[in-house]
């Protein structure tokens, strides 16, 4: 697998788009990309080109000012295209080849709306590379800069598709520098519901067999998570994992709300047994729930 070099950043000229700036500029310091500005016009908005293209050309400029100042280097370049948004920014991220792409869950210029369920939703969902999501109104209250650490919080379901979000957190793990970048392996498992149909002459009561189901339910996934941690380890990364129990969406939040510097990082769905992580259940709600920046993989079939 490659390593990074490229971030796409489309904005739609509003401030709340705005707001991925910051983790913009510090992906950028950390693993030595260079940001792509990119805005869409539609075509009633040709005659505006002009305008769009000095704001795109502004931001570029203050985010390379600004790593100056910051004693580092961050190369940034300016791009205006005519289309719809969501086609025009996977154009766009294949013909020049993106690595990343980076957005806000919502944001609004005029009367359109980018949001999960519109453009940052389709892109998700088509794009061949992976995406950045960044909560909007939470991102206004996080200092990137002040983070002397990153963690990876790996989510994994037991399914060999969730582990494709696995190179890319080893890739950005070394290439930001292993040794300040703390990964930990998560697996939620979903303890058996109260059945009002539980046969009363069974041996075990209900919740004795509750308790023996979700022991099993902890030791595999305790044995499952381990094995890849130790292959990760062996690759150089600071690797930990962690069995929780509960709503997967539930319990990631929280974990998650308890690490400032938490990176959230899945693929976009997944199957294990009857339990699905897929975009439009566990990974909307945490996308909607957490204030970390999520990391998407949808890997290609």
Partial sequence: ??????????????????????????????????????????????????????????????????????????????????????????????????????????????????????????????????????????????DYDKWSKITALVLLDGSKYSEHILPHVEMMSKQRGAEIIDVILIRVCEPPEISADYPASMRLSWEENVKRVTDLMKQSSRKYLEGIEKRLTDSGLKVRSEVLMGKPADEIIKYATGIPDGLIAMTTRGHSGISRWAYGSVADRILTGASNPVLLIRPQE
């Avoid at 500029?25 to 990309?33: F, T």
């Avoid at 908005?45 to 704001?55: L, N, Q």
């Avoid at 719809?84 to 766009?92: K, N, T, V």
């Fill in 1 to 142: 697998m490659k390593s990074y070099s490229r971030l796409l950043v489309p904005l739609d000229g509003s401030t709340v788009a705005e707001v991925v700036l910051p983790f913009a500029r510090q992906l950028a310091v950390r693993l030595g990309l260079e940001i792509n500005i990119l805005h869409v016009c539609s075509s009633d908005d040709s005659e505006f080109s002009s305008m769009h293209r000095r704001y795109v050309q502004w931001i570029g400029d203050s985010i390379k000012q600004q790593s100056i100042t910051e004693s580092s280097t961050i190369e940034t370049r300016s791009h205006i295209v005519t289309g719809h948004s969501a086609e025009g920014i996977l154009d766009f991220a294949e013909e020049n080849r993106m690595d990343l792409i980076l957005m806000a869950t919502h944001g609004y210029s005029g009367i359109r709306r980018w949001a999960l369920g519109g453009v940052a939703d389709k892109v998700l969902r088509m794009s061949k590379v992976p995406i950045w999501l960044i909560r909007a109104g939470q991102a206004q209250q996080v």
